[in-house]
């Protein structure tokens, strides 16, 4: 082989591998973030932290995308959460108009019930409604969000994201955002929340920075991922916000479904001194059943209520669940 095309060679693969180098540098925190939440252990990228001129890859990165933000229109949608179903989610209320249904009844009006019980929350028409948590959430906001702003001329804040949990706060920190939401919008009166999906796993010590992992269902976890909760109860309850906390539907998979069922009780017992909790894992099964099911009787017919993956609902699911969420919510129109 000639010299020069040897030379030719050896030069491009350097110009790769010194490419692929500056992008891992670049791009550090990401890279660090995706393996804790695909392997659940410390990425190895982690060592070399202590030598600053490592470290300073990620405070380019962050330079660079806050000089490249400034070229994005200021109307762009940030948040796009729901391509599945066409309609574009954004941090405001949704304008999609979609049917109220209840597994019981074509449409119910939330004003119109005259009783109000221990787990239903009564907010004005001039209030906001923010909605938090993962990919389920996601899935039912969009309905409340339209029914509100139909019904009552609404506004509401949806930031629900999916992947996120409470397990991995330097991946997504939800205290801290929901902290910097309440202060931003002095009009939100109700925080609807749905966690947990994502939060079954060994998770960083807080108290030891790069010691050894806390292990799922661990006194010390647990202990950990009270505190996250109480965080966000306690923003709650300084703006003077009532909080209506989503509990986890069931899952296919019989291990998920028991992590889930642990979380369940953990939030459960945690939100109840302030908050409300609403049970949600009786919302898509049949009478008497206490297990997942893909369908249920529906309107005298066998209807699918959740997707294959065993965790997400189908359209009608998220409707049902919406509904659900609907009953136990009340609006007080403005005079």
Known sequence: MPVSKKFAMLSTYTTLLCTVLVLIWLNQSSLNHYWEQTYHKESPLKRYLPYAWFETGSRVNTYLTQRLTRFIPENTTVYDFDKANHSTQTKTDTVTKTPHLSPNKASLHPATMKKVAEDDVVISSQDQVFFAGDSLMQAIAPHIQKYLRENFNMRTVNLS???????????????????????????????????????????????????????????????????????????????????????????????????????????????????????????LVDPGIHKYQLAIQYRGKITRVRLKDGVHFTWLGQKILANYVLEHIHIQESK
């Open 161 to 283: 994201q999916q992947s996120t949990g409470l397990s991995y706060p330097h991946f997504f920190d939800w205290p801290k955002t929901i902290e910097d939401t309440l202060n931003q919008n002095p009009h939100i009166k109700l925080l609807v929340i749905l966690l947990g999906a994502n939060d079954p796993w060994n998770f960083p010590n807080p108290a030891r920075k790069h010691g050894p992992y806390l292990k799922f269902h661990s006194p010390e976890w647990q202990q950990v991922y009270e505190a996250r909760i109480d965080r966000i109860l306690n923003a709650a309850k300084a703006h003077n916000v009532k909080v209506l906390w989503l509990g986890i539907p069931y899952m296919r998979n019989p291990t998920l479904n028991q992590e889930m069922r642990y979380l369940d009780k953990v939030i459960k017992n945690q939100v109840q001194p302030y908050g409300i909790f609403l049970p949600t894992k009786e919302v």
